[in-house]
């Protein structure tokens, strides 16, 4: 095998570890970036280089502050908790949210030993108190480690005397009961609110 076949199959073996991605979808992957990567190489290595976490949020970009954190416009008194960048990225397709973010990076998960240290979980706490926030908005997945984490931040944030909300959960929009689980349906009516 040459250099070459080694170096693409290691690419390959790489971009089968990512999400949503296994060996077949990574080799396809691989070739249609191999007829592209005339400009991709470049727009990879450029972003390799400059890009950087927010210090005050933990978003990725290009500068120390990312866009949102600078934004004047945004409302500083709201904070939006999020496991990961997906899902700021997520949110703010959505165009709903109008505040800032904070990026835990995870959720809490004694078997991957991953503790409140791994996470920026000391950092909201300090953010919260720093910034005067008035509401922290935990928009944490609706697992066993993301509820685990949300009611941990809650205790760490009690003191502070901040309100504390979730995003709601239930049928989305266009959904149908019959196609829903049983965990959802339940969510829903204990989230009934007045018509």
């Known amino acids: 095998m040459s250099d070459a076949s080694r170096d693409i199959e ?3 073996e790489l971009m089968a570890r990512l999400p949503g991605l296994g060996p077949r979808s990574a080799r396809r992957a691989v070739l249609a970036l191999l007829k592209k990567r005339a400009g991709l190489a470049q727009a990879m290595a450029t972003v390799a280089l400059n890009a950087r976490d927010c210090h005050i ?3 990725i970009g290009t500068e120390e502050i990312c866009p949102i954190c600078a934004d004047p416009r945004r409302a500083g008194h709201e904070i939006c908790v999020v496991e990961d960048i997906a899902d700021l990225w997520a949110m703010e397709r959505g165009g709903a949210f109008k ?3 904070h990026v835990l990076g995870g959720t809490l998960s004694p078997l991957d030993a991953v503790g409140p240290d791994e996470l920026r979980i ?3 706490a300090e953010r919260v108190s720093r910034e005067g926030a008035q509401e922290v908005i935990l928009a944490l997945n609706a697992t066993v480690e993301g509820q685990t984490t949300a009611h941990y931040i809650a205790d760490v944030l009690a003191p502070l ?3 504390i909300t979730t ?3 239930g049928v ?3 959904g149908e009961l019959d196609y829903l689980d049983d965990g959802t349906v339940g969510a829903a009516l204990r989230a009934r609110r007045r018509l």
């Open 122 to 124: 000391p950092q909201l």
């Open 99 to 101: 505040g800032r973010y």
């Open 10 to 12: 290691s690419l390959i």
């Open 161 to 163: 005397a901040v309100q």
């Open 167 to 169: 995003l709601a959960q």
């Open 172 to 174: 989305p929009i266009g």
């Open 57 to 59: 949020c933990g978003n």
